[in-house]
Structure formats: C-alpha cells, structure tokens
C-alpha cells in the first residue's frame, strides 16, 4: 500500500529525529558496557533495570510469562526492556528536533531510572551507579551533537603560499558572477583577503561534520564501544577457569549405583537422571552470577551460637556425601517440565548448623544468593535427619555456573523458593515472624512442601499413534515419602495399576508405563499417583500459587 503525501512528509522530518534519539541511546548503552566492564556485569544498566522489572513485577504476570515463555522468560524481557528504550529514545530524539533541551531532560530523566534501579536491590554496590552516570552524559553528548551538528566546529587545512599559483593582475571592470561578492565558496565563511605580495597564511576556515559522517560516526563508536565492553566483561569476570580447577572431593558417602530396573529405557520417557545440560533453571538472575571458587565464602549467623565464615577450599575439604534427588519449581503446572532428577555431592547442611549453634527459637534460615536473592527455609525440616546439603557437584561434576557454581542449596522434598539457593553466600538463623524471604513478600507460602505429582511423558498431548500396544508411560513423585502405586485410566473406563521402576530412594522420582491395547478414535488418559503412607494424589485442581499446583494430569490423543 503506498504511503499516503502526509506520511512521507512526517518521515523526512521526524525520521531522521527519531534516528538521532536511536542512535544516541546506543551510545549511552554502548559506553555503560564498556564501563561496567571495570565495575561489575551485573551494574550494566540494562541488567540493573531488568531485575527491578522482576522485582516489580506482580505475582500473576510472572507466573503467566513463565507459562508462555519457559526458561527463555529472561530473553523475553531483555528484548521488552530494548524494544521500550529504543521507542523512548526516538521521542526524545524527535523532541530535541524542536526544543533541544527536552531531549537531554528526556536523556536525565533515563539516567535517573538507571541510577535508580543501581541502587534498588540488597545486593547491589555503591560502585553500580557508575554505569548509569556514564551512560547518561554520553546520551546527553550525543542527541546534542546529533541534532545540532553545527555546534560541532572542526579546523580546516590552511593553504600554503607554496600551493598558490601566480597571482594574476586583476582585469578591470565589474566583478563576475564566478569571482565576484556573491561568489559561495561552500564554507561556512569567506576567506580574508591577502594583500598583493603578502606572505601570510590565510586562516583556517572551521568546517561543520555532514550528517552522513556523524551517524556513521555514532555506529562505529557505539560498535567498539559495546564490543570491547563485552570482551572486557568476558575475560575479567568469566569463571570458566575457576570451575574447571575444581577437584571434586571423593564422597565419604556415596549414593549407591541405580538398581537394575530403575531406568525403563523406553522411547520418549524421561531419563532417571536429567542430563546438566538439560536440567530446568528458573530463577530471577537476568545475569548468571559468576564467583570464583577461590572468591567465595559462606557466613552462617543470626540466632546462633557462634558465626562461622567458610571458603570454598575448607568447604569442600569437609566429609561429603552423595545423593540422588529429585527438585521441583513451584511453577512447575500439572504435567510440566520444571522438574528434574540428579546425583548431588555436597557438604551436610544440618552439620554445620549444629556446629554454629542455631537457638531453638530460630524457626526459618534465611540464604541469600550473590545476586540479593532470599530465600526462607524452615529449619525443622534441614535437621530432620533428610539429606540437605551444601551441593558443590552435580552429576559427576562442578556445579554448572548456572546452577549454581560454586555452591548452592538442595533440601529433599521442598520446592525450590523455600529451599534451592543458587550462588550461596549467607544464611541467617532467624523466624518467619521477623522475617519474609523474597518470594513470601510477593504473596506465596512459608513453606513449601513438594505436592505429589505424576505426569504422562509418552504418548504426547493431540499425537496420532497407531493402533495395536501402546505404552503410557512418564514419571511420578512423592518427596521424602516415597511412590507407592500409578494408575491409569483411559476415558471413563476403570482405572489400571501401571507398572513401575525400581525404586532408588524416597527422594527421587519414579517411572512407570502401563500397555494399552489401544482402539482407534479419541481417547482421554489420565494418571494418579498414590504416596507410601497411603495418600492418593488429589483430583482437585489448583494453579502454581500460592504453594503448588494440584490435579490430574490429562492428556487427549487419537489412535488411528
């Protein structure tokens, strides 16, 4: 469809404005790169704002975002916080346009939001501003320098008497329209006139940049600026080296090899162990948290006895174990992925408590995360004599950095927000009626028992399969109790008892399948799962919040 005259006007006078403003925000972000690098990854702006969208963010659009965008909800949010800034910046461009000044007030009033969220979270530095100023006079420079190019002044060449040709007699009668006093020289004033003979330099003539040249300009230094930032960040802050330093220790207690039979091995069911790579994150950290393992240290105080502040190599020096454990996210829907099993090695949590001397009085610890991050986990359940550990392991090597690396928190049979902190620096005795962990402030439960929970992996939801044996098959849950029985049934008919795995331990996941003798047409499956005290998962449904989601899970398929 052809654009309309008044369209194409609008364009040729504000698209140029709006480029102005574009390209200025992206030096400003380009220099806060560059800067951060010489404060820290996480003071960059567009991280620093980010997390206090998270942090602002109402309970129910973030459990909706989870649901729609999975693990790639941060991604979504990095591209959002972009899209509004660049449709910020190509206002204040096309204001400049016309009032210069509403441009770097728009410009400083950016910088305040950026300055703001520096110094918004627990974790962040009085250095983290440092970014934000930085980007904020950059902006400022640029939308100037962009929309009044003419306020740029470069000094032009002078010529040389050597570079003059003869000077010819002047001939007489009126001047020319070539050479006379209309004559437009294309500078921005006439050159003086030099007296016959003289051998004096004529002064330079400052020159304005073209447009074309301060654009290009912008680009390349906004490119070398973010790129070298980039660099930078990756070479001072990577912990790549440290992780792959680490020696594991060798267990005092290791988990005992699977039974035979654990595993069903079948087609399209979830293996017994969630490979590292394949493993949920769910998290607030827009930007993973990397700490040297030669950096980090832990600090147990509060309600206890006496503090204890301990590094990794002394951590790590201590008897470990080894576990098999299942973890679950609260977030994780009837039937959803935000559940995995893996083999743990880490310290014993409840040993170094006793040894700090917790006061009975302290019902919650409160860890809290590199990153500000608080999480509240009742102490009761750490001393019960279940497997909580301080995990530096994971499936038979470091923590992978994003979860967790060096050390982070897992508590058998507690959903991840009340027990699961990554990136682990402090933990604090104290009692929920002193104190709301992170999660708690934004309306979910104290505590967070993991449900019972069963999910069909085989056949996929809306598949097509052929008639004849078909296995049902997928896993189910029980936390620190323990699956006892699964059952299956198709449409309305009886329910039928699958058959299940092996069981390894009480703490981890359980796979099942029942073969069906399927029929052609549409068919409704649906599974329950049945705990060891007896308790048959509940049919009632309830969403994520506030501690877990409840139901069936159902799947529809056609055989054909």
């Not at 979860?403 to 604090?428: D, N, Q």
């Amino acid at each position: 469809m052809p654009l309309s005259p008044a369209t194409k006007r609008v364009l040729r006078t504000e698209g140029p404005a709006a480029l102005n403003g574009v390209l200025a925000a992206g030096l400003a972000v380009a220099a806060t790169e560059f800067t951060a690098a010489f404060v820290r990854r996480e003071a960059a702006p567009l991280v620093t704002v980010g997390q206090s969208v998270i942090d602002r963010t109402p309970r129910d659009v973030k459990e909706w975002a989870v649901r729609q965008f999975g693990t790639d909800d941060k991604l979504v949010l990095r591209i959002a916080v972009g899209v509004v800034l660049l449709i910020f910046a190509a206002l204040i461009g096309m204001l400049a346009r016309r009032w210069l000044w509403t441009g770097v007030a728009g410009v400083a009033v950016l910088g305040v939001v950026t300055v703001g969220a520096a110094v918004s979270r627990p974790a962040d530095r009085d250095t983290d501003v440092i970014p934000a100023i930085v980007g904020a006079v950059v902006g400022a420079v640029a939308i100037v320098l962009l929309t009044r190019p003419d306020l740029v002044r470069l000094p032009r060449r002078a010529r040389t008497p050597a570079a003059e040709p003869p000077e010819e007699p002047a001939a007489d009668g009126p001047p020319t329209e070539a050479s006379g006093p209309g004559e437009d020289t294309g500078l921005a004033d006439p050159p003086p006139a030099v007296p016959a003979g003289s051998t004096a330099v004529p002064a330079a003539s400052p020159l304005t940049p073209s447009r074309r040249t301060l654009l290009l300009g912008s680009v390349g230094a906004g490119a070398v600026l973010a790129g070298l930032g980039r660099w930078l960040q990756n070479i001072r802050f990577d912990v790549g080296k440290s992780r792959a330093n680490v020696v594991l220790p060798a267990p005092v207690a290791p988990a005992p090899a699977p039974a035979a039979g654990t595993d069903l091995g079948l087609p399209g069911l979830s293996p017994y162990v969630t490979p590292n790579k394949s493993f949920y994150r769910i998290d607030t950290a827009l930007v993973v948290p990397e700490i040297r393992a030669e950096d980090w240290k832990l600090r147990i105080h509060g309600k206890v006895d006496r503090e204890i502040e301990i590094d990794f190599a002394t951590l790590s020096a201590r008897p470990t174990i080894e576990r098999d454990i299942t973890l679950a996210c609260v977030s994780n829907d009837v039937g959803g992925e935000y559940v995995g099993n893996a083999r743990w090695l880490g310290v014993p949590l409840a040993d170094l408590l006793r040894e700090a001397g917790v006061h009975p009085d302290a019902d919650q610890l409160v860890s809290r995360s590199f990153d500000g991050m608080t999480i509240g986990t009742p102490t009761a359940t750490v001393m019960d004599g279940r497997d909580a550990i301080l995990a530096i392991g994971m499936n038979g090597e470091p923590l992978p950095i994003r979860h967790g690396f060096p050390v982070r928190m897992v508590v058998p049979g507690l959903y991840g927000y009340v027990s699961a902190c990554k990136w682990i620096t402090e933990i604090e005795a104290t009692t929920f009626a002193d104190y709301d962990a992170y999660w708690v402030q934004r309306g979910w439960a104290e505590h967070g028992p993991i449900k019972t929970q069963s999910r069909i992996d085989t056949p996929k939801n809306m598949s097509k399969v052929a008639r004849g044996r078909v296995p049902v098959a997928g896993v189910a849950w029980a936390q620190h109790t323990g699956i006892a029985n699964v059952e299956i049934q198709i449409d309305d008919e009886p329910w039928q008892q699958a058959q299940l795995a092996a069981e390894n331990t009480v703490d981890t996941w359980r796979q099942f399948v029942w073969y069906w003798n399927a029929k052609p047409g549409p068919h409704r499956i649906r599974v329950r799962a049945t705990d060891r005290t007896g308790a048959v998962q509940t049919d009632e449904e309830q969403g994520v919040a506030p501690d877990g989601a409840t139901g069936w899970h159902t799947i529809s398929m056609t055989i054909t």
